[in-house]
């Protein structure tokens, strides 16, 4: 990976790859002319007007379709209050993967695993390798794998989790376990396969080029060797929100996704980042859970527009609550229509996780389409690589558990894999996540 071409404070660059002109597909006309034009033309205008609001003769392609990333931007490792992929801006590409203890591994293994990833996560970040990628003898295995070799750091972040496993008898840190965590209880809305369920350390590597991504898992999997085994993974991808003026990134079922997520400092003191914990270790910590959601496309995609956006409590295009008119009005739950019902039914995805139906708590919801081609039976299988982060386990756990008995879109969604971690704070230089559980 190359020198970076902005400093870690994000200072403005010219990107590296700066958008082109529109190609064209016949003299006069652009292929997005001729593209609008088979979608209006071919389909009859795509008029999807049903119950509970019309999405008739909306504008299917943005006229704004300049989109240009900096992939050179970086983000620093050491000397941050908390660990990076928690509150950043979420990049376009993720890599979560869990891992399971080798046998043999010991407390001294824990503990040079953790010093090693540490050391490697601040040079991924940097944008540079984590080794030579040309040994040098013929005979020596390179010591980077050598695919991000030339590219830029792509804004990559690597949060790193320990799992309720870590703090038992094994590692002789037992003391050290907060109160507060534990594996998850079953829950409502539970059909996990065990395929995709625990882990004793959590990796989530983001970044705004997917072979970066990658990269980060691959090499820091090849250092964990005999320590880590690879449990499972999850390959996902969105057009997330990348700061003020863009849109919020659409799930696989065509609904915008993180309307009402934490955004603010304030938001995350209270709900997200961990302070004056039993464990002084964890302060500037969180908890993260990860949910695998597998969606029942074909279902969902026979299903009438005014019956999904009666499930999810909103305008599928504009994404504004059936109360309002714009994404970020605040939902009426109290609103009746002529008949006397509801706007927004009681049961609806929006009206179980507002703040104002759940004692005003909040969650840091970080999540990603996923998809692993199809399933045995020729359907798609993809849905939703569901990750949160929250200061109480027990926001989350009150939350599903609610979901998972109540949520009108549960009959398009299964949830498949599940898991929680801690997330310790970020380490200084010459330091390394988790250290204090060593000294």
């Keep these: 990976m190359t020198d970076p071409m902005t400093s870690a404070d994000g200072a403005a660059a010219e990107p590296r790859h700066p958008q082109q002109s529109p190609e064209k597909a016949a003299v006069g006309t652009s292929r997005r002319d001729l593209l609008r034009g088979a979608l209006l033309g071919g389909v009859g205008g795509l008029v999807v007007g049903a119950a509970g609001g019309s999405v008739a003769g909306r504008t299917l392609i943005s006229e704004d379709v300049t989109d240009t990333i900096d992939l050179s931007a970086k983000y620093p490792f050491y000397g941050q209050r908390y660990q990076g992929g928690v509150a950043t801006e979420p990049q376009r590409h993720c890599v979560f993967a869990t891992f399971r203890f080798a046998p043999s591994a010991g407390p001294k293994d824990l503990q040079l695993l953790l010093a090693r990833w540490s050391a490697a996560i601040a040079v991924l970040q940097d944008g540079r390798t984590v080794g030579a990628v040309e040994p040098t003898s013929a005979l020596q295995p390179p010591r980077d794998t050598g695919e991000a070799y030339e590219l830029g750091p792509a804004s990559l972040t690597v949060t790193l989790g320990l799992g309720p496993s870590v703090f038992g008898d094994r590692f002789g840190l ?63 991808f969105g057009r997330a929100s990348a700061g003020p003026g863009q849109q919020t990134p659409r799930m696989l079922l065509g609904f915008k996704d993180g309307t009402r997520n934490i955004k603010t400092d304030d938001e995350l003191n209270r709900f997200v980042w961990i302070d004056r914990s039993d464990q002084p270790w964890l302060d500037g910590g969180t908890y993260q859970v990860v949910r695998k959601i597998r969606m029942l496309l074909e279902t969902w995609d026979a299903d009438r527009v005014g019956d999904q956006q009666q499930i999810f409590g909103r305008d599928k295009l504009e994404g504004a609550p059936l109360t309002g008119t714009k994404e970020f009005d605040t939902p009426d739950f109290a609103a009746r229509d002529a008949e006397g019902e509801f706007v927004i039914k009681p049961l609806a995805h929006i009206a179980l996780v507002a703040p104002e139906n759940n004692g005003g708590i909040m969650i840091k919801r970080r999540s990603y389409s996923y998809t692993d081609g199809l399933a045995a039976d020729g359907s798609l299988d993809a849905g939703l690589l569901f990750v949160s982060y929250q200061n109480d386990p027990q926001l989350f756990i009150r939350m599903q558990n609610r979901l998972g008995a109540n949520d009108l879109l549960n009959e398009y969604i299964r949830h498949i894999g599940s898991g929680i971690f801690v997330v310790p704070p970020a380490p200084e230089e010459g330091h390394y996540i988790g250290e204090a559980l060593f000294a």
């Design 174 to 236: 037992a003391r050290f376990k907060p109160a507060l965590f534990s594996d998850l209880p079953a829950l409502n809305g539970d059909f996990l396969d065990p395929k995709y369920t625990g882990g004793d350390l959590s990796l989530q590597a983001c970044a705004d080029d997917p072979q970066v991504s990658y990269h980060a898992f691959r090499n820091l999997s090849r250092i964990g060797r005999g320590v880590v085994i690879p449990y499972w993974t999850v390959l996902g």
